[in-house]
């Protein structure tokens, strides 16, 4: 198989590097000037064009180059264009590209060969485990930080976003070439945690909850698990029953945050303690590192750090006149213990109310030494979630919320998955609960996984008549219907390629309900299973093969199952 075809590599990379050949050659002809000295480098972007009947791919590279050429856009589109068509003539099997059109002003439109498409899909049904995963130009070891809700209660719907969010991007991320750490960053001491041993306290020995106390459920159930052994040591005379019951509770919520989480299908390769930053000296580090750059200074006896010297409003205190570390304080010692690691790339991914920690934890990252564009924030819209039409309330302290888990049972992690999926993480969104729990199209991760149970229910009974899918489509994608099916699955790549690039999800969903409604079309139009005519058959049945193969790896990299049935 051509290198260009390999199920790892995109055919609109190929196609760029086809244009690129085709620039060079018009160049050394003569046909267009060589870039003057000095001139940056030539970037060929490729696009899907709006309208199928322009061709398969498109470029704008002539609009770009009219400047710099000074030559009108369409005499540098027919240039490269009549180099293109040339290379295809003469090298067929080096190209994906068939033929060329050009259309004012200036674009260059490009049709796939047949040949091009078959490679690919033949790669699929070769290897179909590594379909739509891409080799990154530069791999990178990223750590990715989320969901890190402190361990004083369940995790609740409100969470949810940021759970899912983390998790497909870190699924992306891999799929994308680069190697991926998924973090968990919890406080276990704190006054958080000291309110939740106070309440839990107070429940067990029969006195009134605290003020700052929390409510719900989950305490009281906690406070009949309370261990007599702690119960012992929090009631001894002199003993600081908060903090020792607020350590237990903490150990025991957060041994259900990890159920929670292991019913969503999200799991964690480090879970870090906010306590741990100073007991291993990563705090004291990150400030000794400020201290030694001139970037702190003390002042009423607050130790602070000139944040205003790269753009901030103001400076922020690292360290209290009393000597207590402020959460910032916290933020630095983590940057600095992450980097130590080896991570080439920091990504936080945080609620949206957390925008006013993003520039000070950049700055004092910059301030160390390391690359500020190397740590990054990804601050996540919150979600509305509506039952029956009205907007569900909560309040974790005052006990009136859903938990994930209530989420999960009433609607499924494949329907939770997609509905957080489906939108970019910085829009808002109403999750609707009812609709998530339909069994029609109505709701599309339905759509989506009844396409891949049809095609799976279409091989058995294929192979129940004693048809199997052909090595390669063949000269059958010639076929209208064929054709358009094909040039759906081939995309697949691209889009993983898009959404590593961009850290979103939403192009997969879009993908995956594009190549449903591309399957679901053809096989309106044609008929896969006819004995009678068993080449066309199992061609066909190739190709819905290839569909299937491509549906559950779009799903897969939502965390999503494929049924075999539905």
């Not at 060969?113 to 080799?135: F, H, K, N, Q, Y």
């Not at 750490?181 to 839990?200: H, K, P, W």
């Amino acid at each position: 198989m051509d290198p260009s075809q390999r199920p790892d590599t995109t055919l609109r990379g190929a196609a760029i590097q086809a244009i690129e050949r085709a620039l060079a050659a018009a160049t050394r002809s003569g046909s267009l000037p060589s870039p003057a000295e000095g001139d940056p480098p030539i970037l060929v972007e490729v696009q899907r064009p709006a309208k199928p009947e322009h061709g398969d791919l498109a470029t704008n590279l002539a609009l770009k180059l009219a400047r710099p050429y000074r030559r009108a856009p369409l005499e540098i589109a027919r240039a490269v264009a009549a180099e293109l068509s040339r290379e295809a003539a003469a090298n067929p099997s080096g190209t994906p590209i068939a033929s060329v059109d050009v259309a004012p002003p200036g674009f260059i439109n490009l049709r796939l060969s047949e040949d091009a498409l078959d490679g690919v899909l033949a790669g699929i049904l070769a290897e179909p485990a590594g379909w739509g995963r891409v080799a990154a130009a530069h791999p990178r070891r990223i750590n990715v930080e989320f969901v890190s809700a402190n361990p004083t209660g369940p995790l609740t719907i409100g969470n949810a976003r940021g759970a899912f969010v983390g998790d497909v991007l870190c699924r992306v991320l891999e799929a994308g070439g680069h190697s991926v750490a998924r973090e968990y960053y919890f406080n276990d001491s704190g006054a958080q945690i000291r309110n939740l041993g106070a309440t839990v306290f107070a429940i067990r020995t029969g006195r009134p909850i605290p003020e700052d106390g929390y409510h719900g459920d989950y305490t009281q159930a906690l406070a009949a698990e309370l261990p007599e052994s702690v119960l012992g040591e929090a009631a001894a005379p002199g003993a600081d029953a908060p903090a020792i019951v607020g350590r237990w509770a903490a150990g025991a919520v957060r041994t259900g945050i990890e159920a929670s989480l292991d019913h969503l299908g999200v799991h964690f390769d480090v879970w870090k303690s906010e306590g741990s930053l100073y007991t291993e000296g990563w705090v004291e580090r990150a400030i000794e590192r400020l201290r030694a750059g001139g970037h702190v200074y003390v002042e009423d006896g607050a130790t602070w750090f000139r944040s205003t010297a790269y753009g901030d409003d103001k400076d922020r205190v690292i360290l209290r006149s009393t000597g207590e570390p402020t959460y910032f304080a916290s933020d630095i010692g983590y940057v600095t213990e992450k980097f130590s690691r080896g991570f080439e790339e920091l990504i936080y991914i945080w609620g949206s109310d957390h925008h006013g920690t993003v520039a000070r934890v950049r700055n004092a990252a910059e301030a160390m030494g390391y690359d500020r564009e190397a740590v990054r924030m990804l601050l996540i819209a919150w979600v509305r979630f509506v039952l029956e039409g009205v907007e569900v309330s909560m309040s974790k302290r005052a006990g009136t919320f859903i938990t994930l888990d209530q989420l999960l049972d009433e609607v499924g992690v494949d329907a939770a998955r997609w509905f957080f999926a489906s939108r970019g993480p910085t829009s808002g969104i109403d999750f609707d609960i009812e609709l998530a729990k339909k069994q029609t199209s109505e709701n599309p991760v339905y759509y989506v996984q009844y396409a891949h149970a049809r095609i799976a229910s279409i091989l058995r009974r294929a192979g129940e008549a004693g048809l199997e899918p052909a090595a390669s489509v063949g000269s059958a994608i010639g076929g209208p219907a064929e054709g358009l099916l094909a040039r759906q699955i081939v995309r697949f790549p691209e889009v993983v390629e898009d959404a590593t690039a961009l850290e979103e999800a939403q192009g997969i969903t879009a993908f995956a309900t594009e190549l449903a409604t591309a399957f679901h079309a053809f096989y309106r139009d044609a008929k896969v299973i006819e004995p009678s005519e068993p080449d066309r058959s199992r061609a066909r049945l190739a190709l819905v093969a290839a569909a299937q193969h491509t549906l559950a790896n779009a799903l897969a990299l939502l965390g999503i199952s494929a049924p075999e049935s539905m």
